[in-house]
């Protein structure tokens, strides 16, 4: 004989859980499996379960997370390298190279990214930096003393170098002016 509990006996005593009346009823009696799966799902199988209904919007936050993606595709970084010849320079002096974006300092001289050069290359002076795609740069070599006060900084002589960072330009090789 199969035996089916009623949410009024299920809920007869609130110290017992339902788990404990299952246990109780399966013991004294069979219960049929289908049965006691909707008992330990709270719903018997007179009630109608219906799934919730999923509707798909489209809200602030998922705009921002497409705005962001985008951000990050067209802000990828691109290997570009400086070549600075025919720089002589003396003992203990450097040259760096220093712009308007964040990765060559803004124009700031403590911030100048230094260029490198061995008794391989020199008078040559180069440097590779990761610097964002599309992006249009602005900069100048400067030379500095190991030591000296940044104040003290020599600039080239001429207007702003340009360069708009992209696949097609990564060397941008030039003369000390």
Same mark, same amino acid.
């Not at 909707?38 to 919730?52: A, L, N, Q």
């Not at 740069?137 to 702003?160: C, H, I, Q, R, Y």
């Given at each position: 004989?199969?035996?089916?509990?009623?949410? /009024?006996?299920?809920?007869?005593?609130?110290?017992?859980?339902?788990?404990?009346?299952?246990?109780? &009823?399966?013991?004294?009696?069979?219960?049929?499996?289908?049965?006691?799966?909707?008992? @330990?799902?709270?719903?018997?199988?007179?009630? %109608?379960?219906?799934?919730?209904?999923?509707? %798909?919007?489209?809200?602030?936050?998922?705009?921002? @997370?497409?705005? @962001? &993606?985008?951000?990050?595709?067209?802000?990828? $970084?691109?290997?570009? +390298?400086?070549? $600075?010849?025919?720089?002589?320079?003396?003992?203990?002096?450097?040259?760096?190279?220093?712009?308007?974006?964040?990765?060559?300092?803004? *124009?700031?001289?403590?911030?100048? &990214?230094?260029? /490198? +050069?061995?008794?391989?290359?020199?008078?040559? *002076?180069?440097?590779?930096?990761? $610097?964002?795609?599309?992006?249009?740069?602005?900069? @100048?070599?400067?030379?500095?003393?190991?030591?000296?006060?940044?104040?003290?900084?020599? *600039?080239?002589?001429?207007?702003?170098?340009?360069?708009?960072?992209?696949?097609?330009?990564? &060397?941008?090789?030039?003369? *000390?002016?």
């Amino acid at each position: 004989m199969s035996k089916t509990l009623s949410n /009024k006996q299920i809920n007869k005593d609130s110290s017992k859980t339902v788990a404990s009346y299952i246990t109780e &009823v399966s013991k004294n009696s069979e219960i049929e499996a289908p049965k006691l799966e909707s008992i @330990k799902r709270g719903t018997t199988t007179s009630k %109608k379960t219906t799934k919730p209904k999923t509707t %798909k919007t489209k809200t602030a936050t998922s705009d921002l @997370k497409t705005k @962001k &993606v985008r951000a990050e595709k067209s802000d990828s $970084l691109v290997d570009v +390298t400086f070549v $600075l010849n025919n720089t002589s320079t003396s003992i203990g002096e450097n040259i760096f190279i220093s712009g308007n974006i964040e990765d060559l300092g803004n *124009w700031d001289v403590s911030k100048a &990214v230094k260029l /490198k +050069t061995n008794e391989d290359i020199y008078p040559t *002076w180069k440097i590779q930096l990761r $610097l964002p795609e599309n992006t249009e740069v602005e900069f @100048k070599f400067l030379s500095l003393k190991e030591g000296e006060d940044e104040d003290s900084a020599v *600039w080239e002589n001429s207007d702003n170098r340009t360069l708009t960072v992209s696949e097609n330009n990564k &060397v941008y090789e030039c003369e *000390w002016s």
